[in-house]
């Protein structure tokens, strides 16, 4: 399989891996690592990212990790831009559950690189709109319409 380049990194692993369910974060860190996945997803209500010594980012936070932050577990979408930085409109495309459809707006397309799940390139993956729709598995679906431009 060829190498999977996300925003100028090269990803060894297409796999992406979560870090909820677990009974405990030995047993995260060890899946995490037998899977050999080097992108993490990572709830924001689980965890202090201003804080180093959070014990479950003790034990997920290696340079060879990309950590993906998502808005799970938020009770609405004020707590979501409480814990974020950005409405749940911007919910990561990756990792949802089986069944539940991603759709991509025709719009991005006018964008050489897009954000998921972001408000800045520090807390996201970088992407290009066409990686966007092959790692999220998303359909192309005409969901707003563009303003007009001004008339001159």
Known sequence: MSELVIGGRTFRSRLFVGTGKFSSNELMARAIAASE???????MKRIDMNNP??????????????????????????????????AVGGVCPFCVKEGVKVYLDP??????????????????????PEELELLSGGEWCDLCKLPEPAAE
Not at 37 to 43: F, G
Not at 57 to 84: C, F, K, Y
């Open 53 to 86: 010594q959070d014990d479950m980012l003790a034990h997920v936070r290696r340079p060879e990790i990309q950590l993906l932050p998502n808005t799970s577990g938020v009770r609405d979408a004020e707590e979501a831009v409480e814990l974020v930085g950005h």
């Open 107 to 128: 719009s991005l397309r006018r964008f050489d690189i897009v954000y998921p799940a972001c408000g800045s390139p520090n807390s996201a993956v970088k992407l290009t």
């Open 37 to 43: 996945s080097e992108m993490v997803t990572v709830a």
